[in-house]
């Protein structure tokens, strides 16, 4: 018979007593000796970067309830308490702790060695605050023996897996482009930049140029029109793409002729003249195939590899800009896969800190999104601006360092998923 619990009872106080019995007898301890059925509990680690919050309490009571579960079924359920001390969340408290500015600073003024011993003091400083927390919410956890992936014997056994993958031809080295935060130096994963607080208002300039044509029409100066809201990213400019089922017009302006597409032909009849004659219509896929002259003269020597080229883009929509896209491939994802089936080279004068190389003689040093009214201004210098506008959108951010990001292309390491899948699926390979 179970004692009648009255109406009101001192909650506080019966926590404390279950606790201190659950202490007392070791009853957790004694749950891992119940059977010889063991039932493995792996458990994402938290960054002991501080105290925890309402989400991670929450998680936490419902990873608790389902190694209890399996408990109350006969089974063993041992489960150690684990940190995630490796990447940016420790680096940044710690650079923020240091007054570091950026990755250089690390090495030329304060020292990798110093900077790690750092890193392991914060960590173990923030142990407490979690013990705390894990034990009020009565979890079972073996607290004292934590792992941590700073240690060793863990950075080893990771090193193992990833050696052995590596030998079953399951890892292979790629370029990819993916988000890159130039604070952090590092690249994000798509689903970083969907967090809670990555995506911010912010205004960046919205552009429209012209690109020389190759072929004239009627013998009259010809250009194709493109639209972009990352300037900086035109110095990369390697190809263009259109839709091959789209209509484009071709304008005949005081300026020359300029193409693009003929259902957003009225949005910039100011820009164009309000009496411009459309000398000629075609479709997208007569445009495929033909070349134009390279903006700026940093990669004009890619042309003998098929660049400055016109392509097909599925990707191409009629909802914004001209209806002709600019690729520079190493800083859009579809431009990266376009003009890698076409067998176009990557270019990429951008270094980790987001600063544009020394093969950009005109802005070496310095940082593309500071750059971009320079460019623009270059652009216009030459003659090749149509439009310039300012465009309020919301922008990625990194979600550690609120720093706007880019698309960069990297060579990496990276799993063949595929190949895994039919390891373990076998003809029955789930696709996602």
């Not at 883009?313 to 890698?340: K, N, Q, S």
């Amino acid at each position: 018979m179970y004692e009648e619990v009255p109406d009101k009872f001192d909650s506080p106080s019966l926590e404390r007593e279950i606790l201190a019995y659950w202490k007392q007898e070791g009853i957790f301890e004694a749950s891992l000796a119940l059977s010889d059925k063991e039932h493995v509990f792996y458990d994402g680690p938290p960054f002991p970067t501080g105290s925890p919050h309402h989400g991670t309490i929450f998680v936490s009571i419902l990873k608790d309830s389902l190694a209890r579960f399996f408990t109350m079924n006969g089974y063993t359920v041992p489960r150690r308490w684990g940190w995630d001390c490796h990447g940016l969340p420790i680096e940044n408290a710690v650079e923020r702790q240091l007054g570091i500015k950026n990755k250089a600073d690390i090495e030329a003024t304060y020292g990798v060695a110093h900077f790690n011993d750092a890193c392991r003091k914060f960590v173990q400083n923030c142990n407490d605050a979690w013990e705390t927390y894990i034990n009020k919410i009565g979890r079972w956890v073996d607290y004292e023996n934590a792992y941590r992936s700073l240690d060793t014997t863990y950075m080893e056994s990771v090193l193992w897996v990833f050696k052995a993958c590596y030998e079953k031809d399951l890892i292979y080295k790629d370029f990819r482009v993916t988000p890159y935060c130039y604070q952090c130096e590092t690249a994000l994963s798509i689903s970083d930049t969907r967090e809670s607080d990555s995506t911010r208002p912010r205004q960046d300039p919205e552009i429209v140029v012209r690109f020389r044509a190759h072929d004239s029409i009627e013998g009259d100066p010809t250009y194709y029109l493109a639209w972009t809201t990352t300037p900086w990213t035109l110095i990369s400019n390697l190809a263009l793409a259109v839709g091959e089922d789209y209509d484009y017009s071709a304008v005949r302006t005081s300026e020359g002729v300029y193409i693009l597409a003929d259902a957003l032909r009225e949005r910039y009849a100011a820009l164009l003249g309000e009496d411009a004659p459309v000398v000629a219509t075609f479709k997208g896929r007569d445009l495929i195939g033909k070349t134009y002259a390279p903006m700026f003269p940093y990669f004009a020597d890619s042309a003998d590899a098929g660049c400055f080229t016109i392509l097909h883009g599925d990707f191409v929509t009629l909802e914004d800009g001209v209806g002709i896209v600019h690729m520079a491939p190493a800083f859009g994802e579809d431009d990266y896969w376009l003009c890698r089936r076409n067998g176009l080279p990557t270019r990429n004068p951008v270094d980790e800190r987001g600063c544009f190389t020394d093969d950009i003689s005109a802005f070496a040093g310095r940082n593309v999104h500071e750059c971009n009214s320079d460019v623009i201004a270059s652009i216009k210098k030459a003659g090749d601006l149509i439009d310039h506008r300012t465009m309020d959108h919301n922008y990625p951010h990194c979600w550690r360092c609120r720093t706007p990001l880019i698309y960069r292309a990297m060579d990496a390491w990276y799993f063949a998923v595929e190949k895994i899948k039919l390891l373990v699926y076998g003809n029955h390979a789930i696709c996602t």
